[in-house]
């Protein structure tokens, strides 16, 4: 397919919002509620899905970082009460991530925190050009087999 937009500029600039956008997001959460954009992630898998796929090995893999640095953000938050642990029933070696009431708490202030911002991103461009963003970002992440 031929364009006349030269497309390492395309993608220079969406790995820029992107980064920025983390960047961003990261420091208003740190420093509005004390949690970072990671742990956000986290405590959102763990809120959000199926509860025996919450453990740190799953986590490892949807983030893409090493189970010793998942380890280290769950000590953490278990230390912050926000996460505890119990014994998977159909594993009796494997842990399962839950969140605590705490942990529920901040999940919930977190992620209007992000809504916010994400509003606030998003408040000059239409419903419209926001479905065509949309639409578009989910053919590039087809690409990669990745579901959203």
């Known amino acids: 397919m031929s364009s006349n937009i030269p497309i390492h500029k395309t993608a220079s600039m969406l790995h820029m919002l992107v980064h920025i956008m983390d960047k961003e997001v990261d420091k208003s959460l740190t420093n509005d509620l004390g949690i970072s954009f990671a742990q956000f992630f986290i405590l959102a898998h763990i809120h959000d899905c199926d509860k025996s796929l919450s453990n740190q090995v799953g986590l490892a893999k949807i983030m893409e970082i090493t189970q010793a640095a998942i380890s280290r953000h769950i000590k953490i938050m278990m230390e912050k009460d926000w996460v505890n642990t119990i014994i998977n029933p159909t594993n009796r070696r494997e842990n399962i991530l839950q ?10 202030d977190s992620l209007d ?5 994400c509003d606030d991103l998003f408040t000059n461009i239409t419903s419209d050009e926001q ?18």
């Open 99 to 108: 969140l605590t009431e705490k942990g529920e708490q901040i999940y919930k």
């Open 131 to 148: 479905k065509l963003l949309q639409a578009i970002l989910e053919k590039l992440l087809n690409k990669f087999n990745y579901d959203f």
């Open 113 to 117: 925190h992000v809504n916010s911002m």
